[in-house]
């Protein structure tokens, strides 16, 4: 079964504000990635954390993670039309297998 | 000095027809992935590869047989091809060292099955 959900599916922001993802998973795991898809590409990874960690950051991106919740949110400050693309969550239960669960994105459209 | 690249980027055919991707990474990677995406977005992971071993194959139709020649290469065969193959498919390669866990993805190609 599907181990990430993303919500909301769909997030439409004017530049300049914040967005935040939140991403929902089922079982353990060694560690919770985000990546983006531009519309027609492949996608990119853009941060990591593991499941020892509480926050991270990574430029204009700062993931939480809640794993007495199952869940974590991806936060994007000061949004660029640059940005409106696909996020994914993905986990990889099994832990350094590189079979990554996904769930199924949040499309995010920043207007200018 | 593209990482992943896989083509072709789009393929058009008929149904019943044999057809295969290629990909190739020149990150040094020793693993190999095949994800596919159907048109709800929704990524699911095929087959992955290490050092030219097969170690993750998931419930899929024998029609599709992944060869690794070499572990910078990873092809997808697909035999009698049916409408519900259409989607897109992504190649992605990883080490495998604790701590690189991240997946560098190719840009796709998207397979429609007429």
């Known amino acids: 079964s599907q181990q990430g959900e993303e919500d909301p599916q769909a997030l439409s922001i004017q530049e300049g504000e914040n967005a935040t993802m939140n991403c929902s998973y089922k079982?353990?795991?060694?560690?919770l990635q985000w990546y983006r898809q531009n519309s027609g590409r492949g996608l990119v990874h853009l941060i990591l954390?593991?499941?020892?960690?509480r926050e991270k950051h990574s430029g204009r991106l700062r993931v939480t993670l809640d794993t007495s919740k199952k869940s974590s949110s991806l936060l994007i400050t000061a949004s660029r039309a640059a940005d409106t693309a696909s996020y994914f969550c993905?986990?990889?239960?099994?832990?350094?297998?590189?079979?990554?669960?996904f769930g199924q994105g949040t499309t995010l459209q920043v207007k200018p | 000095d593209t990482a992943v690249s896989q083509t072709p980027k789009y393929l058009v055919t008929q149904m019943g027809n044999d057809k295969s991707i290629k990909c190739e990474q020149n990150?040094?990677?020793?693993?190999m992935y095949w994800y596919k995406q159907d048109s709800k977005k929704f990524l699911k992971i095929m087959f992955s590869?290490?050092?030219?071993?097969?170690?993750i194959n998931e419930t899929v139709p024998n029609r599709f047989s992944p060869k690794s020649p070499d572990k910078a290469h990873l092809n997808l065969h697909i035999n009698s091809l049916e409408l519900g193959d259409s989607a897109v498919y992504f190649c992605?390669?990883?080490?495998?060292?604790?701590?690189?866990?991240?997946?560098?993805f190719g840009s796709g190609t998207q397979l429609s099955v007429l």
């Open positions: 990150l040094g990677h020793d693993t």
């Open positions: 992605a390669s990883s080490t495998r060292t604790v701590g690189a866990e991240k997946l560098f």
């Open positions: 954390i593991r499941s020892n960690e």
């Open positions: 079982t353990s795991i060694n560690n």
């Open positions: 993905a986990t990889d239960p099994s832990g350094n297998t590189g079979k990554l669960i």
């Open positions: 590869y290490n050092n030219k071993e097969l170690i």
